[in-house]
């Protein structure tokens, strides 16, 4: 199995069918919600330039893998990201500036939200680690009689590891409504796909676990909703898991600390940049009316405009106590191990935070927010 979902078409490739279901209003939001994230991640990656955030991983290039399969779910189904997918919760209710906050390191009371209100995971940094959760809470789901699903993205360098295959394993057997999202990006830092694993299409992993893959066009969001929806009625009907597999390139570094010139060739990147997901999106939107100049940039204006409150707010947030170190770690009374080390850190002498710029005089302080930042 070589050939790819792709609804929209691209170099010579004509367009496909749109899918009946989807109308105007349908395409508006999902490429709204890809405006939305691609703003979000262009101030992220501004920010941690300016030192006003930790570390940062950028999914620029990523967002039709993101905003098309969020569309597909009801707002009653889980959904568990990654770190790529690290703000796919402001698209459920979760506020910009808690992601933000996140990535500034806040924990704790400050920086996360409320799971189980938003129907969110928690961001993932440990690879593969959610998998198995997805599958639990969607089996919980069929256990209850409920038509809940869950939803889990993952890179293809996840699918080297042991939680993955216990995952789909338990799913495929279970018969969980469990969504398998496989961003392959081609990348996992600096390793290629290729010496990941001798299979050529990740998709055709799902058949040793007795579920349906399907590789779509990752760049392409319609195709990306189009195999979630269908997957998300299987699922609902009792058929258990899917296997999705979305086919892109990682367009830019692997997160602010690492440098891809060193590993890969940037020609190659640069050559798969032509298919970015806003402006393909964008091209065909207006190919077939549903958009124009004017809405695109209304969309965007309005997307700069919350997320420069939502890095206002961010800036606005105390910095927390080191208490906040052992917080919610457990749910009874913290061990006496955390009593010493605590005191331990509250003896030591620390430097002075380095302070975010917060709160200047005039206009909130958000960065250039009409300088595209592109992938770095
Ligand atoms: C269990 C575990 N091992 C190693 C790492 C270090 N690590 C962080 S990202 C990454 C690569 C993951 O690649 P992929 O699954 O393709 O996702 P992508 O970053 O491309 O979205 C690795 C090995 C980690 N976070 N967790
Ligand atoms: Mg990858």
């Known amino acids: 199995m070589t050939d790819s979902l792709r609804i929209i078409g ?25 405006v939305v994230l691609r703003v979000f991640d262009e101030r ?29 779910c009801s707002e009653r189904d889980w959904i568990f990201p990654s770190y790529r997918q690290n703000a796919i919760g402001i698209l459920r209710a ?53 038509r809940d699903a869950s939803l889990v993205w993952f890179g293809d360098g996840a699918t080297s590891e042991g939680d993955f295959h216990e995952a789909m394993n338990f799913a495929g057997v279970f018969k969980t409504p469990t969504i398998f999202f496989c961003v392959n990006n081609q990348w996992a830092i600096s390793t290629p796909v290729h010496k990941q694993t001798a299979l050529k299409v990740l998709a055709d992993k799902a058949a040793a676990y007795g579920m349906p ?3 779509v066009d990752g760049f392409d969001p319609i195709a990306c909703w189009k195999a979630t929806h269908d997957a998300l009625e299987r699922a ?6 899917s296997f999705i597999e979305a086919y892109c390139y990682r367009l830019g570094a692997h997160g602010t600390a690492d440098d891809p010139r060193l590993y890969r060739n940037e020609a190659e990147a640069a050559n798969w940049k032509r298919l970015e997901p806003l402006a393909r999106t964008s091209a065909y939107l207006k190919r077939i009316a549903v958009l124009d100049d004017d809405l695109e940039s209304e969309l965007f204006v309005d997307a700069k405009k919350s997320i420069a409150s939502a890095v206002a707010e961010m800036e606005a947030l105390e910095h927390p106590s080191l208490e906040t170190l052992f917080d919610q770690v457990y749910a009874s009374r913290t061990p006496w191990t955390f009593e010493e080390s605590l005191r331990e850190l509250q003896s030591v002498e620390r430097p002075p935070e380095v302070k975010p710029l917060g709160a200047q005089p005039g206009p909130p302080s958000t960065g250039d927010a009409d300088a595209p930042v592109g992938p770095s």
């Open 213 to 215: 893959g399907i590789r």
């Open 236 to 241: 609902r009907a009792g058929g258990g898991p």
């Open 94 to 146: 979760v506020p910009a500036s808690t992601i933000f906050a996140w990535w500034r390191g806040y924990g704790g009371r400050e920086g996360f939200y409320n799971v189980r209100e938003h129907r969110v995971g928690p961001i993932c940094v440990p690879i593969a680690t959610h998998l198995p959760h997805a599958v639990g809470v969607s089996w919980a789901s069929k256990l209850r009689g409920e």
């Open 10 to 34: 691209r170099d010579d490739l004509p367009d496909n069918k749109l899918p009946e279901e989807l109308g105007e209003k349908d395409l508006l939001e999902i490429f709204r919600s890809m």
């Open 44 to 72: 992220a990656v501004a920010l941690q330039r300016q030192g006003r955030l930790g570390t940062y991983a950028l999914y620029w290039g990523e967002e039709a893998t993101q905003a098309g399969p969020l569309y597909a």
